[in-house]
């Protein structure tokens, strides 16, 4: 997780499997990417649109307020979350670390 300049802004690394059984956050992966699965598959869009969902039930905030900032055609991705003002990221950072550690590729993370 990177801060933005302007503290309204953070990124978070994805790794996202699409086509998965069912979707939800499984972990965060060695590198401390957050590990998300989504049943939609990576066409049109699909997989992205509910990636972001996904990410927004995660955090607890509207989808309005997260974007794909890199990697829109790649399972590896960056997140940027728009916080509200004065709204510290440590929060975020916590959420994440407190993720089980998981295999980004491969079979072992399924829901």
């Known amino acids: 997780m990177t801060a933005v300049p ?11 499997k699409p086509g998965s059984k069912r979707s939800g956050v499984l972990g965060r992966s060695l590198t401390s990417a957050v ?4 049943h939609a598959r990576a066409q049109e869009g699909a997989a992205n649109a509910d990636l972001l969902a996904q990410i927004a039930e995660w955090l607890g905030l509207a ?8 990697g829109s055609k790649s399972r590896h ?4 979350v728009e916080l509200s003002s004065g709204d510290s990221s440590q929060w975020i950072t916590e959420m994440i670390a407190a993720l089980p550690i998981v295999e980004s590729s491969g079979g072992s993370a399924t829901l």
């Open 6 to 16: 302007g503290p309204t802004r953070i990124l978070i690394q994805i790794w996202v």
């Open 63 to 70: 989808k309005s307020r997260i974007a794909i900032t890199r």
């Open 35 to 38: 590990v998300v699965a989504t």
């Open 77 to 80: 991705k960056v997140v940027s």
